[in-house]
Nanobody
Framework: QVQLVESGGGLVQPGGSLRLSCAAS????????MAWYRQAPGSQRELVAR???????NYADSVKDRFTISRDNAKNTMYLQMNSLKPEDTAVYYC????????????????WGQGTQVTVSS
């Protein structure tokens, strides 16, 4: 099976930085697109940033110029560098990956991590 495990969340003051990681493991054949989503209390889950297997990136307007998404394909790991954090960035951050497995390498599916809490507060 496949597991996505996020890490790096925590409590940070406004203006601070955090780096999230998402490590994919299991019977992975190939990882295509990867993305970070977040969900604040009482809100819908929203896309924060995404990255293709070739490294092309897209960002939500609210995080442009503050967040940077990247990935290490050799390690099946994705990162989110978050700078100049604001209280409104407080949310649970989820990792998403579209990938295929050795059992069904012709079919890609979406997988989710369990989430990591980011709290921005003084």
């Amino acid at each position: 099976q496949v597991q996505l495990v996020e890490s790096g969340g925590g409590l940070v003051q406004p203006g601070g930085s955090l780096r999230l990681s998402c490590a994919a493991s299991g019977t992975i054949f190939s990882i295509y697109g990867m993305a970070w989503y977040r969900q604040a209390p009482g809100s819908q889950r929203e896309l924060v940033a995404r990255i293709t297997s070739g490294g092309k990136t897209n960002y939500a307007d609210s995080v442009k110029d503050r967040f940077t998404i990247s990935r290490d394909n050799a390690k099946n790991t994705m990162y989110l560098q978050m700078n100049s954090l604001k209280p409104e960035d407080t949310a649970v951050y989820y990792c998403n990956a579209n990938l295929s497995t050795w059992n069904s390498y012709r079919i890609s599916q979406n997988y989710w991590g369990q989430g990591t809490q980011v709290t921005v507060s003084s």
